[in-house]
């Protein structure tokens, strides 16, 4: 009886190691989805270290203009204002600009700069209330599903391919990643 | 929809399309014709006129945004062309062709409404949404020197 006791003790905690590690996986591979997105072009041409100008195209030039992020993210001078050519829509002409409520890059204090970085440092950038402006996971949720800017990279104006995933894809990735403990890849 | 804004310090209203750009407006509505169409998705500032203290791209500016707002055009910015950035750039004689200066001027404007002692560095990155395609800009920057100068004068 006490061996039976004990096996059966040992299946269960070999059962949830292997529950954990398939979980854990499973939101590995989630956020793979994730930083695929995270690291296209409609998202990581803003998404850039401080002291970066924002860039454009499918090949993240600089932007024209030497346009600077100043510290509120929505331009550094009167004259280079984000908004004084970015409208709440895209400007519908082939290279026109871009546009969506609020048009502007991540502010100066917490820039969340995915460009350049693996995979890794994204994740773990993104989980870190210091580098993502203070977001808890519910935020992050919520900032993927409904924020104007992210929406806009899914309607992104002629000429600028879409992310990898749709929004669709790309949210339920996000929240099976967070469900997961939300891991990092090395 | 309805839309009221302040141009040149007169109170304007329209009932233009929401859609309609700012620069058609100005000058097929009011016939403020000084601002200039250029490329039309503001890549050449030709189009620039200040919208509450920001130098913004008017050919691709919808007037709904405009509501409640307060438009300065090149003829607003003085009534005898004697805004410290208009003379500089007589004294200068900046202009070549002159299609661009009063996007020029008009950003100019609002860069020194903000930065009474510009450097060179600022002057350039602060102008360069404007192109000029006579190539005057040594003669813009050196305007915007003595544009700057003057106003530092005249407020000692």
């Known amino acids: 009886m006490r061996i039976t006791v004990w096996i059966l003790a040992g299946l269960i905690a070999i059962s949830n190691l292997f ?4 979980q854990k996986d499973g939101g590995l591979r989630a956020f793979r989805d994730v930083a695929s997105v995270l690291t296209s072009p409609r998202c990581v041409n803003c998404h850039v270290p401080v002291g970066s100008p924002p860039l454009q195209g499918d090949d993240s030039h600089p932007h024209n203009m030497q346009v600077a ?8 001078n009167p004259t280079m204002r984000c908004s004084n050519c970015h409208q709440d829509t895209n400007v519908s002409t082939l290279h026109g600009p871009p546009g969506a409520p609020g048009w502007s890059m991540p502010p100066a204090a917490a820039p969340m700069a995915w460009y350049g970085h693996s995979a890794g440092q994204v994740c773990r950038a ?3 209330p210091q580098t993502n402006g203070n977001r808890s996971f519910s935020d992050l949720i919520r900032h993927v599903t409904s924020e104007n800017l992210v929406n806009w990279g899914w309607n992104p104006g002629p000429g600028r391919t879409l992310p990898p995933l749709s929004h669709q894809q790309f949210v339920d990735a996000f929240k099976v990643w967070v469900a997961a403990g939300a891991p990092c890849p090395e | 929809m309805s839309v009221q804004l ?3 310090g007169n109170p304007v209203r329209t009932d ?3 859609e309609t750009p700012l620069l058609w407006f100005l000058r097929d509505e009011l016939g403020l014709t000084g601002t200039k169409f250029g490329c ?6 030709a189009c620039a006129v200040i919208v509450e203290g920001n130098s913004v791209r008017s050919c691709v500016t919808p007037v709904a945004r405009l509501d409640g707002k307060r438009v300065t055009t090149i003829e607003g910015l003085s009534s005898d062309n004697s805004h410290p950035v208009q003379r500089a750039w007589i004294t200068e004689q900046v202009a070549q062709c002159g299609y ?3 996007g020029q001027i008009m950003s100019a404007a609002a860069l020194l409404a903000a930065n009474k002692n510009p450097t060179d560095e600022e002057i350039n990155r602060a ?6 395609r006579c190539g005057t800009y040594v003669r813009i920057r050196r305007a915007i020197h003595r544009a700057a100068s003057d106003m530092r004068e005249t407020a000692r």
């Open chain 1, 19 to 22: 529950a954990q590690d398939t």
């Open chain 2, 6 to 8: 302040t141009v040149n």
């Open chain 1, 126 to 128: 993104l989980k870190d």
């Open chain 2, 127 to 132: 102008m360069s949404g404007n192109i000029c």
């Open chain 1, 69 to 76: 992020r100043g510290t509120d993210g929505k331009g550094d």
């Open chain 2, 16 to 18: 233009l399309d929401p």
């Open chain 2, 40 to 45: 039309g998705i503001a890549h050449c500032g």
């Open chain 2, 100 to 102: 661009c200066q009063s």
